[in-house]
């Protein structure tokens, strides 16, 4: 900026215009000031005094380890140890030995499908470690799983398995069941009048949002320095979604008894460049539900937009008042509430907002593109639309009293795990007040008991559990699969919590990952590093 300025001061100028050059330089200087501690107090405001202090604190702990890692014989150290993570990775993820075959290469003649059948039967077995998910002990991964179901799936798609909802008028079917598939979830989210579209999971769904709410905020009040305000809880497709378009998130602390996002501290982080305010139903990490309506109020007031996440309440939300369970409002139905994610699957999901006027914001046209006008609604261009037929498909088969049934059985059993561990296992406190089909369970008291110890003692008796961090929690998304094993993980739960009280071994994987993270300030860096060769190691072939 002075070298600019000095550069335009040139003699030439007379003194009135120095003296103009001056004070525009020195207004230039008080306006980057200015705008500097604006955004400083903005997210003083967001974090508060205490935290920002710590924040600070923290990066600079940060920063100095880092600095000192640098060093040779530390830096050997730690490349040794990230060496050795990637080896166990590998271990685990890719099958070697001597009977493997790699197919690194186009085969020079194509094979049949029996070769093609046998080949993967062969890879199945390969890893060894093989997980049956049937069995019911994988958290959160398969939710209907009947034979049934994936009949009446597999037909559908293999009607459709080639077309491409990017012709609809060469796939005028998959078009119609694309419209008809968001025009059901609307109505059950209570906005028949509203507007979406598919995409290709939750995390397509909320980047989305993010992108419709920027897009809105710039063109209705021009805000080009986007911000917005998402609880701890929510999940990190937001982060994700805010990393790819530019905006800056304020992270919002949950209440460590409800597990709700502190409705005083979303006010406080709210400012003029705030586009959008999340909150889930539920979230993710334990499985409860922000106060949508306190949410609703605020982005009423403040003109911005809120997103409810129910990727994961999906079709159970909607069923929880019909199935008799207590549920407080999250849908379209509460003032303020401006677009709902909604998964169909993991893996396939639905994005809807209050109205079509807010959709446009999401689409991405270019009408001066050689190939032709090109208008898209969402990330994808092309797009399976096997997947749109499977999913229409689903929901017709399992109809309202499909969808009604499941929802009273899999929260039965999710509240009975609860109610179980809450009156059988001591050592364990369950998290918030957990409304639907996650339940997350910490140690009750933390110096006697890591509860990490308890989830890697359980993957050795076959559960597949998720860590969490901030508490140390685990937690188990109860699927249809999960109903006739309750019993059986109430008995292994409570096998796992006392070998972890006598003889915790230190070594499972949530231990050593979820424990790493916390152990110091670095420990984010590190666990990054092996998060990186864990994606590197996905590529292997
Ligand atoms: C899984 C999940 C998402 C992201 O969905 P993906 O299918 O992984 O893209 C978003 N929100 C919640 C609450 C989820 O559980």
Not at 65 to 84: G, H, I, M, Q
Not at 89 to 114: A, N, Y
Not at 239 to 258: C, F, Q, S, W
Request: with cysteine.
């Amino acid at each position: 900026m002075s070298l600019f300025l000095s550069r335009v001061n040139l003699p030439v100028l007379s003194p009135t215009g120095r003296n103009f050059w001056e004070n525009v330089k020195t207004a230039v200087v008080v306006y980057i000031i200015f705008t500097r501690l604006v955004k400083t107090e903005r997210h003083v405001r967001a974090r508060g005094i205490v935290h920002s202090v710590v924040d600070v604190y923290k990066s600079v702990v940060q920063e100095t380890l880092l600095l000192a890692l640098r060093f040779p014989a530390a830096r050997k150290k730690v490349e040794n140890e990230l060496a050795k993570a990637r080896l166990e990775i590998e271990k685990k993820l890719v099958p070697q030995g001597p009977g493997v075959t790699r197919h690194l290469s186009l085969p020079d003649q194509g094979h049949d499908t029996d070769w093609i059948i046998k080949e993967m039967a062969k890879m199945d077995e390969e890893s060894g470690s093989h997980v049956d998910w049937r069995d019911g002990k994988v958290s959160g991964a398969v939710y209907h799983g009947g034979e049934d179901m994936q009949k009446v799936i597999i037909a559908a798609m293999e009607r459709y398995c080639v077309s491409n909802p990017l012709h609809p008028d060469v796939f005028p079917a998959v078009r119609k069941m694309e419209a008809e598939i968001v025009a059901m979830v609307l109505k059950l989210y209570n906005n028949p009048n509203g507007a979406g579209t598919t995409t290709s999971g939750g995390t397509e769904s909320i980047i989305m949002a993010v992108k419709t709410y920027r897009d809105w905020a710039r063109a209705t009040k021009g805000i080009t320095e986007p911000e917005m305000v998402v609880p701890i809880t929510a999940h990190a497709a937001f982060d994700k979604g805010a990393a790819y378009l530019g905006v800056k998130v304020h992270t919002i602390p949950v209440h460590p008894e409800t597990r709700q996002v502190d409705i005083k501290r979303v006010r406080r982080a709210i400012n003029a460049n705030t586009i959008m305010i999340v909150g889930s139903a539920i979230n993710f990490p334990d499985g409860n539900q922000d106060d949508i309506f306190a949410l609703g109020k605020l982005a009423s007031k403040h003109k911005v937009g809120l997103h409810v996440d129910c990727c994961l309440g999906s079709f159970i939300m909607p069923f929880l008042e019909e199935a008799g369970f207590p549920v407080q409002p999250f849908d379209f139905r509460v003032e303020g509430v401006t677009s709902i994610s909604c998964d169909t699957h993991k893996g396939s999901s639905i994005i809807m907002y209050r109205d079509a006027a807010l959709r446009r914001y999401q689409y991405y046209i270019n009408p001066d593109w050689v190939g032709g006008l090109y208008g898209s609604p969402s990330i994808a261009g092309s797009r399976p639309g096997a997947i749109i037929a499977g999913t229409w498909a689903a929901l017709q088969y399992m109809g309202h009293s499909g969808y009604l049934e499941s929802c009273k059985q899999i929260v039965t059993a999710a509240k009975t795990i609860a109610r179980r561990i809450k009156s059988e296992i001591p050592e364990l406190r369950i998290l918030g007040n957990p409304p639907a089909s996650v339940v997350a369970f910490a140690s009750a008291h933390e110096s006697e008991l890591n509860v990490l110890e308890v989830g890697d003692a359980m993957s050795k008796k076959g559960w597949h559990l998720n860590a969490l961090s901030k508490p140390a929690a685990v937690h188990i998304a109860v699927t249809r699969l999960t109903i006739p094993v309750v019993d059986q993980f109430i008995a292994d739960l409570k096998d796992s919590v006392r070998e972890a009280q006598i003889t915790p071994s230190g070594k499972g994987t949530m231990v050593m990952l979820y424990g790493l993270g916390q152990s110091s300030a670095v420990g984010p860096t590190m666990v990054g590093h092996i998060a990186e060769a864990f994606l590197d190691t996905m590529y292997k072939a």
